[in-house]
């Protein structure tokens, strides 16, 4: 079974740019994540989807960020316009249990990440 | 709010030696806690996690974490350390009673000695 794919691995763009990040998750996960991991710092939650729904986006950072999971399947994360303090390593993770108090055995299967550096 | 503290950003064992890495978490309620391990260029992959039953959990790779709800901690530990150990670990938390994100630790980057 395939794991959770991320892609592009690595991204290097400018200040006021715009980039697309994309996760896939396991196939049947009807929960999808996004955290990133500044340099330096803690991994920090972003949102979450159920299916094609935003069940929680208290982590978005601003309105630069905008997240999709049309059909409920892949998910994209864009960024735009790209500021330099948006550097950091993106994670994508699914689960299989959903609902808004997800059970003691919904693990997060995480992705490799994306590394992302603006310049 | 949640907060979960891991002790030392590096640590650094001979092979061989016991591993240690601490874990303190600060929530009203005694969350779900977890351990993943992040080895070069993967993903963070699931060590062991804590639901509820038995307060000493086993994972994989011969580590186990003990929940001690007085100390709120949740060591991890490995009695002998081998070199394929060396990555990042990292400690989460996440709440009983509603939502489903994870509150990370800063990481702890675990170096093994020859």
């Known amino acids: ?119 | 709010a949640q907060s979960v503290t891991q002790l030392g950003s590096h640590v650094s064992v001979s092979e061989g030696a016991l591993v240690l890495l601490r874990c303190n978490y600060s929530s009203s309620v005694p969350p779900y806690l977890f351990w993943y391990v992040q080895y070069p260029n993967q993903g963070l992959q699931l060590l062991l996690k804590y639901t509820s039953a038995a307060t000493l959990v086993k994972g994989i790779n011969g580590f186990e974490a003990e929940f001690k709800k007085s100390e709120t901690s949740f060591h991890l530990t490995k009695p002998s350390a081998h070199m394929s150990d060396a990555a990042e670990y990292f400690c989460a938390v996440r709440r009983r009673d509603a939502g489903n994100m994870l509150t990370f630790g800063g990481g702890t980057r675990l170096m093994v000695k020859p």
């Open chain 1, 1 to 119: 079974e395939a794991g959770v794919t991320q892609f592009p691995s690595h991204s290097v763009i400018e200040k006021g740019q715009t980039v697309t990040l994309r996760c896939d998750p396991i196939s049947g996960h009807d929960n999808l994540y996004w955290y990133r991991r500044v340099m330096g710092k803690e991994i920090k939650f972003l949102l979450h989807f159920v299916k094609e729904s935003k069940q929680d986006e208290s982590g978005m950072p601003n309105n630069r960020f905008l997240a999709e999971r049309t059909g409920g399947t892949y998910s994209t994360l864009k960024v735009q316009p790209a500021e330099l303090e948006d550097s950091g390593v993106y994670f994508c993770a699914s689960s299989q249990e959903g609902g808004l108090a997800g059970g003691p055995t919904d693990t997060q299967y995480f992705g490799p990440g994306t590394r992302l550096t603006v310049l």
